[in-house]
């Protein structure tokens, strides 16, 4: 019985001692991280972090954390955020966000607010490669200083680890987007675009160079090479847009490959595009009459069904040709 006290206490005492010691490690960590980004040339400042939930918690909170990448001229700031881990499960990590952030850029300011927002993080290695994240969104609004608000009822990203080297496993289900009547009519000024987007489904598998890891943030992005699009629902009143297809992207960022379209509705589709700026105006009265012809051959004049073609750094949808194709580069 004493040989079993003693067992007891000496797991307790080296329990305890792991906590302090994770305690500790944790904290450094996080400020050392925000001193190799100021090195970097970043603004990145953090007033207090605090890591607390002995003994079966690691419960860390960063206070006043602003965040501003000197390339993009992002900047994100937040009055905290709520980093949770479970003491013998360091790797799975969740991050709570505050009620209120803002992200401001060279296009101008949003104020995003929400009712809740998480996200869950499973890592793996010294590295801390990404094997499975979800990120889950209630009630949002986001207001920008140029005039419009877009508001959402939920939203669900979710990625893990694919089959292929540096791929992953892509899923969005977004609901109740809802854009501000400004917005709305920059977008249509006839006026005839409803007030909510009722869905928006993604499900795709996207590879890149190098994997998703800490060193995404401290040293670069991991660059998309292969996109496989296997089903992409949007609707928006009597507006319905799906695609599949696949691409694969060079190293400049070049996209090759088809995506296959099928519109109903398709005029306000393509007046979004125009209105959006993906579609030139310059090719819209062609495209227009271009579309109405296919559409009559398919038996169903407001609906078409059309790949879009990435080829020798052009883009085109079916016989039209929309000019040069996007460059697919994250920065």
């Known amino acids: ?74 900047l994100w700031s937040l009055p905290t955020l709520d980093v949770r881990a479970l003491a013998y499960r360091p790797a799975h990590v969740i991050a709570i966000f505050p009620p209120r952030q ?68 892509l899923f969005v289900d977004a609901a109740g987007l809802r854009p501000s009547d400004a917005l709305r009519l920059t977008l249509s000024p006839q006026g005839r675009l409803p007030d909510t987007f009722e869905t928006l489904t993604l499900d795709a598998t996207a590879a890149f160079d190098v994997p998703w890891d800490r060193f995404a943030i401290e040293e670069a992005r991991p660059q ?29 960022g070049t996209p090759e490959g088809r995506v296959g379209l099928v519109a109903t509705n398709w005029r306000e589709i393509l007046s979004l595009g125009a209105a959006t700026g993906l579609i030139p105006q310059g090719v819209m009265p062609t495209a227009t009459r271009t579309l109405e012809a296919l559409a009559s051959l398919s038996g169903g004049p407001n609906t078409i069904d059309l790949p879009l073609v990435f080829a020798g750094g052009t883009l085109s949808l079916g016989p039209i040709q929309l000019g040069p194709a996007p460059r697919i580069r994250l920065r």
């Open 102 to 169: 803002t992200l401001a850029s060279p296009f101008g300011t949003l104020t995003l607010e929400s009712e809740d927002m998480r996200a869950s993080l499973r890592l793996a290695g010294t590295r801390l490669a990404v094997q499975e994240t979800t990120a889950e969104i209630a009630e949002l609004s986001a207001r920008s200083s140029q005039g419009w608000e877009v508001t959402l009822d939920r939203a669900l990203v979710a990625a893990r680890a694919g089959e292929g080297e540096n791929s992953y496993d």
């Open 224 to 252: 998309p090479t292969r996109i496989e699009l296997r089903g992409f629902e949007a609707r928006w009143g009597q507006l319905e847009l799906s695609a599949e297809g696949g691409l694969e992207i060079a190293p400049d």
């Open 1 to 74: 019985m004493r040989f079993i006290i003693w067992i007891m206490a000496f797991a307790t005492i080296g329990w305890c001692g792991y906590w302090v010691l994770a305690q500790s490690a944790i904290e450094k960590g996080a400020r050392g991280w925000f001193e190799e980004r100021r090195a970097d040339g970043w603004a990145a400042d953090v007033a207090e972090v605090e890591t607390r939930g002995f003994p079966y918690r690691f419960d860390t909170v960063l206070i006043d954390v602003s965040l501003a990448d000197p390339e993009t001229g992002v």
